[in-house]
């Protein structure tokens, strides 16, 4: 079957940047799978692979705005040391908001923290290069919750 809306689909991926660094790959890993059309992938991914079918490979170069979004500079904030009270806190390091955002250390001076809540992705071009592996109908329960159960999927 083609990959259309609430087929479960499972690919194998490469994410590069534009230097051909490679970011994130299900190489050595499960394929990665989802239920398709209910906004589980980014935008670009999901477009990208929509009609497609098993075997297919394909390439996809994606712009932010159909990938993480682009970059929001308001999401970049300086916090008070203080607020990390005794915890150590280097640059790289992620933390959980109060509001369940994640933000990333990006620099710690003496006083001041800086934290960055844009996704690590976020501004940059996305190449990747995907394999589909498989596709198969959901099940009843898998399009009520909007996501994929079984091996690989959603555990309850
Ligand atoms: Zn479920």
Redesign the pocket.
Known sequence: MTITKDAVVSIHYTLRDDNGNVLDSSSGRDPLQYLHGRGNLIIGMEEGLEGKSHGDQLELKIAPEKGYGEKNDKLVQKVPRSAFGDQKVDAGMQFNTQNGQVVTVTEVGLEHVTVDGNHPLAGVPLNFEVEIVAVREATK?EIE?G?V?GPGG?A?
């Open positions: 329960d919750h996501h159960h959603h309850h």
